[in-house]
């Protein structure tokens, strides 16, 4: 089968030398050496400040949640975030894990993240934080979204798990927003087996987030708040470093392969309307396709093909029981029931590509 991506793996000899090292150390978790030395080459490889690793993308959110306040209620108190249905479930499922009640407001059409004319209209008083998704890696409306938090003193909560190395009007996308959070899950562009971090616009909530995800511990003998435990060991570290390492050439081999189906299917089929000032990283290849009948249709003549195209984000997420949303999210709806995602991964060999696009232009004319 051909997955939809696959881990990107990298040399493992080089592995094996920051493993000898962990080895020598005997140092294997608590903010380790190699956990430092990845903080510090991230922030400079994306061109940050004040970023936090943890354990995943999205304890991430989680604690980026605390440490801006937006959860934790007193009695009586029911705090709500405005969120995006058309993401991965951890987006809307942390806020409830948290205590806080995800309100979904539609997407836009064409760029597929939160429509910023919506989220007006979608504030209550118990409103503390908005969190959208940048999502596929394309950015949201960062300047309308700004101003509308501004005005009702609401915290900005960026989900970039898609975004790692998004460059927007010349800077890293993740510097908009009070924090925004990344998942270096096996699956995504840059990984660290599992792993996330969260970078923060203050250096005092960064501090703030830094003892959260140790429990609260702050001394030898010393605990100043209920914490919990994210914390990021070293070898994740280290499998981190190696992927970032050669980060180079996995961008390139992807770029080609996206490239490569937007000449094949780009005129053929809805792309995702990327924003002008966009520097895109090639995470991603979601289509549309002119009703859900053909996309399953597609999807199921590469399945026989042994080709696995993933139906996502579907279904669109306000239409899950357990997050108990109300109202129904038309565009988002509609949208996710006639996306696929196809494989994009460094390794994807040109003649499994142009089998993909042969199987997918035969459905489109039958
Ligand atoms: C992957 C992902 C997450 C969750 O990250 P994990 O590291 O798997 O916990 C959250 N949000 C989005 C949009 C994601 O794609």
Redesign the pocket.
Same mark, same amino acid.
């Given at each position: 089968m051909i997955p939809v991506t696959k881990p990107y793996l990298p040399n493992r000899e080089k592995l094996n030398k920051y493993i000898d090292g962990i080895y020598e150390r005997q140092w294997l978790t608590n903010n380790g050496v190699l956990v430092q030395e990845l903080t510090r080459r991230l922030e400079e490889y994306l061109g940050v400040e004040n970023l936090l690793l943890v354990s995943?993308?999205?304890?991430?959110?989680q604690i980026a949640y605390r440490a801006l306040g937006v959860s934790g209620a007193a009695p009586g108190e029911q705090p709500e975030a405005i969120t995006t249905p058309f993401? $991965?479930i951890? %987006?809307a499922s942390?806020l409830k894990w948290d205590g806080i009640e995800p309100v979904f407001v539609d997407i836009d059409p064409e760029t597929w993240c939160l429509a910023p004319g919506n989220i007006e209209a979608a504030i209550t008083p118990n409103t503390r934080a908005i969190v959208p998704?940048h999502?596929f890696g394309n950015a949201c409306d960062v300047e309308a979204i700004d101003i509308i938090a501004k005005k009702h003193d609401l915290k900005v909560i960026y989900?970039g798990?898609?975004a790692f190395g998004v460059k927007y009007k010349g800077e890293s996308l993740l510097k908009h927003g009070d924090a925004a959070?990344l998942? $270096?899950?096996a %699956?995504?562009l840059f990984h660290t087996a599992?792993?996330?971090a969260i970078i923060f616009k203050r250096k005092e909530d960064l501090e703030r987030a830094r003892k959260m995800i140790n429990f609260g511990i702050t001394g030898p003998e010393k605990i100043e708040e209920i914490g919990i435990n994210a914390k990021l060991n070293e070898f994740q570290a280290a499998m981190g470093l190696c992927v970032l390492n050669e980060m180079e050439q996995n961008l390139e081999a992807r770029a080609e392969v996206w490239q490569r189906y937007e000449k094949a299917l780009g005129q053929t089929l809805r792309l995702q309307a990327k924003h002008q000032a966009l520097d895109y990283n090639y995470a991603y290849f979601p289509v549309v396709f002119d009703s859900e009948e053909k996309a399953v249709r597609v999807a199921t003549a590469l399945k026989e093909n042994g080709v696995l195209a993933r139906r996502y984000f579907y279904p669109s997420l306000e239409s899950v029981d357990c997050l108990d949303a109300k109202v129904e999210q038309p565009v988002s709806k509609d949208i996710a029931s006639r996306i696929l995602c196809l494989p994009i991964f460094d390794q994807l060999a040109q003649s499994d590509q142009s089998m993909i696009i042969t199987v997918i232009e035969a459905e489109l004319k039958a």
């Open positions: 995943n993308g999205t304890l991430a959110l993401t $991965f951890a %987006t942390s998704v999502v989900d798990c898609h959070t998942s $270096f899950h %699956t995504k599992e792993g996330g």
